[in-house]
């Protein structure tokens, strides 16, 4: 399977180049040349067949010969060793638990996939690459998670100090090993600019450095898994399926547009966003405009200029009808989603933290003019890794899981840093 760069100016190059470069040369993000539909056959299974089977059949073209596929199994089980519940909040309403791994946090699935991949190419190999990543929180933590001893892969974690939560920041500092987190005088911003300036140094080409965002296919596409899964559970209702994401770089409805490619019956997709409204926007009148970005409740989603919105928009050729046939997006606000969270919790017990509650009022929505359907959104994180507005919105303290509980009694460990050259002396020492 060859990739191309959406600049459409570098190279085509495999999985394998793909993976390690993460963004092309000319600073496009990848995407697969060919997109072969699964038979009829996957789907009339789909019931009876065990997740890690659904997921290597949904990423096998992808990977194509760059992963022979007994390792390739191997990786997909490894990734998958934990449950993706899906539970009824309401009648035609349910959430699918993408929570359920070892930091709570839907990342987990593509940082676990593309650690496992960057070892299988090491393997054997002298080379040795160092994932950079800046964090505002949760994705610092999975992607720690995910590479812990992941042979011939140095994980470097940049975040900005007193700016993560106390349970982030656990998950961050606690592993040793190959992870070393840099705690940064500065915001978020701060952190990630010096990452990008990392990536165009000359100084440090021969360090390898690799991002871990969704921009690399190998944390994007694994993504797709979770609405092979979500069909699964849903199929024996026999009614349209509506999927509602709350999205922020949307990485995870871009992997869900995908899945519809390869004939996963989904008849609408909605990517549900906080007051960071340029996809709505956008689809309003046909104008890409990203404002400054806006900080709300539901902060893994402050992002306003989305960088997998361009894949989706491969997907649909730019058209403007095949697009509002089976794509919506809706912003809401802080206050509408705190009355969503109260509301479904007093009403049914179950409780959303703010993404989910955003991803929640996207799927009441758009279930208004599919009355024959039902829906589900994806909860893309426990309720007890945004434990301060669970509590002051629902006036409930969550119990802590294992393994939140684990983390919480070990030192934590951090390399204070102010500046770039701080950043660049530590990788080059
Ligand atoms: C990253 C994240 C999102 C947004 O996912 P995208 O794929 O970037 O759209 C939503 N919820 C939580 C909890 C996240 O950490």
């Known amino acids: 399977m060859n990739y191309y760069s959406l600049n459409r100016t570098a190279p085509k190059v495999s999985f394998r ?6 963004l092309a040369p000319d600073k496009g993000l990848y995407f697969p040349e060919t997109i072969r539909p699964l038979p009829s056959a996957f789907f009339e299974e789909i019931e009876v067949t ?95 998670s995910g590479f812990l001893d992941v042979d011939g892969v140095d994980v470097v974690i940049l975040y ?35 990452v ?23 944390r994007w596409l694994p993504q797709m898994f979770y609405f092979f899964f979500a069909y699964k559970a849903l199929k024996k209702f026999s009614r349209p399926l509506v999927v509602s994401c709350p999205s922020g770089n949307f990485g995870n409805i871009c992997a869900g547009v995908m ?10 997709f909605v990517a549900a966003t906080n ?24 902060n893994a989603m402050d992002v306003s200029d989305p960088s997998n919105f361009v894949r989706i928009r491969e997907m649909y050729q730019d058209d403007k009808s095949a697009f509002l046939r089976d794509f919506s997006s809706y912003s809401f606000t802080d206050a509408q989603t705190r009355k969503a969270m109260q509301e479904v919790f007093s009403r049914t017990g179950y409780l959303l933290e703010p993404h989910g509650a955003v991803g929640y ?20 994180a426990h309720p007890v890794k945004f434990l301060d507005s669970v509590t002051e919105i629902l006036g409930v303290t969550p119990a802590i899981p294992p393994q939140i509980e684990a983390v919480l009694h070990k ?3 951090s390399v204070k840093i102010k500046t770039y050259d701080d950043l660049k002396a530590f990788l080059l020492r």
């Open 17 to 22: 180049e793909a993976v390690i470069n993460g």
């Open 50 to 144: 065990p997740a890690d089977a659904i997921a290597l059949e949904a990423i096998k073209q992808f990977v194509g010969d760059d992963i022979p596929e007994d390792d390739l199994r191997h990786i997909v089980r490894e990734t998958l060793s934990f449950d993706f519940p899906t539970v009824q909040i309401d009648d035609p309403v349910f959430s699918l638990e993408l929570y359920h791994g070892p930091t709570m946090a839907f990342k987990d699935v593509g940082a676990r996939f593309m650690a496992r991949c960057l070892a299988h190419f090491n393997k054997g190999e002298t080379m040795h690459n160092t994932v950079l990543v800046a964090t505002s929180g949760d994705t610092g933590g999975a992607v720690a």
């Open 160 to 194: 900005p100090s007193g700016k993560v939560s106390d349970i982030q920041e656990k998950q961050l500092t606690t592993l040793g090993q190959n992870i070393t987190a840099l705690e940064v005088d500065g915001n978020f911003d701060d952190c990630q600019a010096m």
């Open 196 to 218: 990008k300036k990392a990536f165009l140094d000359d100084l440090l080409k021969n360090k390898n450095l690799t991002s871990a965002n969704s921009i690399n296919i190998a």
């Open 259 to 268: 899945a519809k490619k390869l004939g996963l019956p989904i008849t609408h």
């Open 275 to 298: 007051a960071n409204d340029t996809v709505p926007r956008f689809l309003e009148n046909w104008r890409y405009e990203p404002d400054a970005t806006v900080a709300t409740l539901s």
């Open 361 to 380: 009022l996207g799927l009441t929505k758009e279930l208004e003019k599919h009355p024959e359907a039902i829906g589900v959104l994806l909860e893309t």
């Open 411 to 413: 030192e934590k460990c």
